[in-house]
């Protein structure tokens, strides 16, 4: 009896509806092209052997908003959100391209590579991301303001600080060991999906090992009665916002080694809005309280199996938002409230039908 | 002493500045890319050369910006007005209060939408030929396949296309699909936008890749997401440039290096340096001389790894970018 509610229940969850779409959309491109889920062993130029695949891409592409996402998901449990976190993975990007440049200077030139600038460049942008985490922090939790008004300020002058730091020019470097963590891979596996793997399992151990994901919810729930019993709410949103400026800096070097290159335009453009909505589908409510860090990844890959999805089967350019909005339509009017317990009314019925007979 | 005189000497600059027979105001759109800071170093170097004045305002990509530019310049009775627009529409109302105002307007790079220039004065306009890159990018693919030997050989061409709606990205998709007609063995097989961005050409061609088993050629509709691409390609194990032919465009200088490198094939140019128009223009206006309406397209060129390619059907040849890179200045 207890086990078929706990069914019920997972049934009326927004996260089971979402693994539910992710294999819809999945099976669509299967149906469409066998091709589309084929994986295989390719050997590269250099002798390296890779997994190539759809299914590979889409994990490997999601590991930016998927990283991201991670902190989003806390930051909205929080009952908050960040918009700053796109601005971040440029201001990385930029950051690490000016250090690696003091080495690398054009695309022909082996330079004299030393180990500092690397470490530089890996190190320097994440510690800044971290301190603009914090800076957000400080001002919702110290001044009060409001969170989206709060990191709407890096989000409008990330991008600047990006363009002052190079200049507003465009690097480009050669420089293998840092090409690496975007385009390198390990046993097969694209770098950046180990990344992905040691980030998400690191913040689950931290957040539902010790009592840190409770204290998140409890904040998320009732601030002030959290206040009141002894939770210094102060001290874990700057926490939440430091991690999640921290995680936007991986992001921006997984982004910025992938291309190379810095790009204060573009790099992480609309990330913010991608991370919520993964943080959404993923069953986390905007209102705070609950979250799912599982259910969050689920939702990145989607975001990211719809756009491969759009890429692979070559829809036209003009259509492509449209398209995409549409999917993502599909999955939330799925998961709404009235649609899951329409289901799940339906299920009960029929499971009090059979019940009825029996009994007669 | 020494202070006095340097204070004398800039006074004298000052006066001299003001004794300077013209002030441009220059109204760009914003530091997007390493093309417009090219663009916008090459009109301020042109314009200092020539000892003129020049009232700068950068719109930081917002037409509103620019309109506030724009009626600065006429409160401040700049001399000649130069514009480049972020958008291609609503333009009409601040500039006929340049025209009111009897400010020579000058139009460089990208151009209000025809309604508005046939409704505007202005004394001059210069600006890219989008569609003639694009022709000019097929017409190189098609003579390249037949130097290599392979015109009889069906090849499978795919096209990453800039931001969908955007000038650069029609005009060149344009040309590239009118060439092409004529070379049937060119095959389109896709054609999507990567928005002209380096991440977005390489997540597209990643999946060209896996959706197309055989990619003969690609054409970029700029050299960045051509260098994008060229990652996906290397992330697949073929050899961007050998086994697929690239194309780009803008011919920057990454674009110089990845061509030496043997990464690309060529680059179409797309040319920021304005300012030496700008100022012949300026020049021939206070001569006395009338300019005529048409866009003036300045010359460009095409570059690769060996160089003398046709590519464009009055028959100009291409440049070896090995010989031109120390040259370029962006």
């Given amino acids: 009896m ?76 929080l009952g908050g959100t960040d918009i700053s976190v796109g601005a971040l993975v440029a201001v990385a990007g930029a950051i690490a391209l000016k250090f690696l440049r003091w080495d690398v200077l054009i695309y022909n030139t082996p330079g004299d590579y030393t180990v500092k600038p690397y470490f530089y460049a890996i190190a320097v942008p994440l510690i800044v991301c971290a301190l603009m985490g914090l800076f957000n922090g400080s001002l919702i939790a110290k001044l009060k303001i409001q969170p989206i ?46 990344i992905t793997l040691v980030v998400v ?10 009592s840190f994901g409770m204290f998140v919810e409890s904040v998320g729930i009732n601030p002030s009665a959290s206040r009141l019993s002894g939770l210094k709410s102060g001290t874990i949103i700057m926490i939440v916002y430091t991690l999640t400026g921290f995680l936007s800096g991986i992001s921006g070097l997984i982004y910025s080694s992938r291309i190379s290159s810095n790009d204060s335009n573009n790099a992480g453009l609309g990330y913010e809005m991608d991370a919520i909505l993964a943080v959404v589908i993923g069953g986390t409510s905007m209102t705070g309280g609950k979250f799912s860090l599982f259910g969050t990844v689920v939702g990145s890959l989607i975001i ?51 019940g009825g007979e029996m009994h007669a | ?73 006429i409160s401040q009775g700049v001399d000649y007005i130069l514009f480049t627009g972020v958008v291609s529409t609503g333009w009409d109302e601040v500039l006929k209060e340049v025209n009111e105002a009897e400010i020579p307007l000058i139009l460089v790079d990208r ?29 190189w693919a098609a003579n390249y396949v037949e130097k290599i030997g392979k015109a009889d050989q069906e090849m499978n061409l795919v096209i990453l296309e800039g931001t969908t709606g955007a000038d650069a990205a029609s005009g060149r998709q344009e040309g590239i699909m009118e060439v092409l007609e004529n070379y049937p063995n060119l095959k389109v097989i896709a054609s999507q936008t990567g928005n002209f961005t380096r991440a977005e050409g390489q997540t597209v061609m990643e999946s060209f890749l896996k959706a197309h088993e055989k990619i003969d050629i690609l054409l970029a509709h700029n050299d960045d997401m051509a260098l994008g691409a060229v990652e996906s390609i290397k992330a697949a194990g073929k050899d961007p440039g050998e086994d697929i032919i ?7 200088k990454t674009a110089f290096d990845a061509i030496i490198a043997g990464d690309m094939n060529a680059t179409i140019e797309c040319t920021p340096l304005y300012g030496p128009f700008v100022t012949d223009a300026v020049k021939k206006l206070i001569a006395g ?27 100009r040849l291409s440049e070896k970018a090995a010989d031109v890179i120390d040259s370029r200045l962006y």
């Fill in chain 2, 1 to 73: 002493m020494k202070k006095i005189l340097v204070l004398v000497v800039a006074a004298m600059m000052l006066l001299t500045a003001s004794a300077s027979a013209v002030t441009i105001g220059f109204s760009q759109i914003g530091q997007e890319s390493d093309w417009r800071t090219a663009n916008t170093d090459s009109i301020k170097a042109a314009i200092a050369d020539e000892g003129w004045d020049l009232v700068y305002d950068d719109a930081q990509q917002k037409q509103e910006n620019q309109v506030k530019a724009l009626r600065n310049f």
């Fill in chain 2, 289 to 315: 001389e009338e300019m005529s309406k048409t866009i003036i397209h300045p010359e460009e060129g095409a570059f690769d790894v060996e160089g003398g390619i046709v590519y464009s059907a009055d028959g």
């Fill in chain 1, 304 to 354: 990211r199996t719809i756009t491969t999805l759009v890429m692979y089967f070559g829809v036209v350019s003009e259509a492509i938002m449209a398209f995409k909005a549409l999917i993502i339509a599909v999955v939330i009017v799925l998961q709404s409230e009235p649609v899951r317990n329409a289901i799940a009314k339906r299920r009960e019925r029929r499971h009090l039908n059979i």
């Fill in chain 2, 111 to 139: 151009m209000p939408e025809q309604t508005t220039l046939d409704a505007i004065e202005y004394v001059a306009a210069f600006g890219g030929d989008f569609v003639e890159e694009g022709r000019r990018m097929a017409y």
């Fill in chain 1, 2 to 77: 207890k086990r078929k509610l706990a069914g019920n229940a997972f049934l009326k969850s927004k996260l089971f509806w979402a693994i539910v779409a992710e294999f819809l959309i999945l099976l669509v491109g299967f149906i469409l092209r066998p091709d589309f889920l084929s994986i295989q062993l390719r050997t590269l130029a250099d002798g390296t052997r890779v997994l190539y695949g759809t299914p590979i891409d889409i994990f490997n592409r999601s590991a930016e908003i998927t990283l991201i996402a991670m902190g989003m998901t806390l930051v909205i449990a």
């Fill in chain 1, 201 to 210: 399992v690191a913040v689950m151990v931290f957040v539902r090992k010790t």
């Fill in chain 2, 246 to 252: 690239i194309i780009g465009c803008d011919a920057p």
């Fill in chain 1, 149 to 194: 008004i709060a990191t709407l300020i890096l989000m409008v002058g990330g991008r600047g600080i990006a363009q002052i730091i190079t200049n507003g020019k465009q690097f480009t470097t050669q420089y293998s060991p840092f090409k690496f963590i975007g385009n390198g891979s390990i046993l097969g596996i694209p770098f950046p999906i180990i």
